[in-house]
């Protein structure tokens, strides 16, 4: 095995009717941005149980961060950030929204005049705004990891950033909200949570022994409550345990002391900025080539 350092940060609230958590988490006196994407939490229910736990706390919102967080809309954001003096940020939605608000997160606090310099020159964010999450889409990890990717649409570029100063401080995930969500995203869902896996899996022996386990379960899981989850993904028990392996995929256990790979990730991003194709999409594309190509030396 490999030498590794470990810390994750991130407090996770997981379960049943736990949004109303919110009101502890969040401190009193914080002047919050809550950020969500195409408004889709206004038709299930997640807005009002998020609105009526924050009753307390002073509020602005901005919606519409599209999937694969455009760089364009988060300068808008930015904005709303330093013109409204906001000190916490709240992502309401999956992994755009987080990765938009940790971009957000780095860029409130960045000195340049550049924020593009953060994903370009791989500037790594020690300290960011202090933000938490509400996870309305399984799928990227990014609810408790340090990292997130942006698009930038006028150059067709999606770059990576990250830095220990981009953990979220809570991520609240309760697996009733799997019950609204659209098929397609629950396939995206599963296929990018068992592509991660395979990332940090699919390389060569190093004799981390617990950590092939570990990746091994992970797996195992998804291909159990897959078919499940597409069959009635109000099937709590299915749900729960999608949500725990997406989140367990990437939340830098799994890859710690072994060797990672990433290519089918580097190779998917390139379609995904130049097509527009669906993040998982371009995954399912690229796997089986990648595997059989490299079979060999896997
Ligand atoms: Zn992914």
Known sequence: MNNFDFKNPTK????????????????????????????SIKKNGIYEQVKSALTAIEVIEFGGIPANPEYATLLEALKVIKNENITYLLAV???????????????????GDTPWDILSKGIRTEKGM???????????????NSGAVITRAETKEKLGMGGPGLFPQFSILDPQVIKSIPKRQLANGITDAFTHVLEQYMTYPIGALL????????????IEVAPKIIADPSDYKAASNFMWSCTMALNGLIQKGVPTDWAVHAIGHELTALFGIDHARTLAIIAPSHYQYNFETK
């Open 12 to 39: 996770i609230i997981f379960g049943k009717d736990t949004i109303k958590q919110l009101q502890t988490e969040i401190p009193e006196n914080a002047k919050v941005l809550l950020l969500y994407g195409g408004g």
């Open 93 to 111: 939605g999956g992994g755009s929204v987080i990765d938009g608000t940790k971009f957000l997160s780095s860029a409130a606090l960045f000195d």
């Open 211 to 222: 950590q092939d386990r570990f990746a091994e379960s992970i797996l195992q899981t998804l």
């Open 130 to 144: 202090p933000f938490g999450t509400v996870l309305t889409l399984p799928a990227t990890g990014s609810e408790m």
